[in-house]
Nanobody
């Protein structure tokens, strides 16, 4: 069983930064593509960023490109999301997710999800 636990969310002013972490259980972390998604109130869950198993490849949503950075530490079974230049529209619950079999940006491709961490950006 895979467990993902996010942390690092909070309240920040526009223009500020936050770093989210996602700690994963299990000894097969290096076999998983890891993604970050977010869901704002009344909206569908949307893709934010994905990182390959080795960490050598990343993809970002256009809305966060140049401001957010996804990274992973396979020795610590942890994936990170560094968020800079935050905007009020980044306010959402942020989820990390694991895809054991593929590489993509669709919610349905991910088999395991964390419980989410709230990020609130004030104007």
């Amino acid at each position: 069983q895979v467990q993902l636990v996010e942390s690092g969310g909070g309240l920040v002013q526009a223009g500020g930064s936050l770093r989210l972490s996602c700690a994963a259980s299990g000894r097969t972390f290096t076999r998983w593509t890891m993604g970050w998604f977010r869901q704002a109130p009344g909206k569908e869950r949307e893709f934010v960023a994905v990182i390959s198993r080795s960490g050598g490849n990343t993809i970002y949503a256009d809305s966060v490109k140049g401001r957010f950075t996804i990274s992973r530490d396979n020795a610590k079974n942890t994936v990170y999301l560094q968020m800079n230049s935050l905007k009020p529209e980044d306010t959402a619950v942020y989820y990390c997710a694991a895809d054991p079999t593929g590489w993509g940006s669709l919610v349905k491709e991910y088999d395991y999800w964390g419980q989410g961490t709230q990020v609130t950006v004030s104007s």
